[in-house]
């Protein structure tokens, strides 16, 4: 597992402190993994994409200029 920190402002600390003190979550850090996985749920297209284009990109590196590349995979769709 990775440590992950950031600041919330005061009133999104409050509102996870509620969620955990009404038995929702165990803690705070289950309820903002759990807000993750709806966020990455709800972008897996967007995310599938990005992927499929890093793949792209790497299968194609090799000593080409990255603006070469981008025109490439642009003249491919």
């Not at 903002?32 to 299968?59: F, G, P, W």
């Amino acid at each position: 597992m990775s440590i992950v920190s950031t600041d919330i402002p005061k009133e999104m600390n409050e509102e996870l402190k509620l969620l955990v003190a009404a038995g929702l979550y165990k803690s705070k850090s289950e309820a903002l993994r759990d807000a993750i996985r709806d966020l990455a749920y709800k972008y897996r297209d967007e995310i599938r994409d990005v992927k499929e284009a890093r793949k792209r990109l790497d299968s194609k590196m090799g000593s080409k200029k990255l603006s070469g590349i981008l025109d490439e995979i642009r003249n491919e769709e």
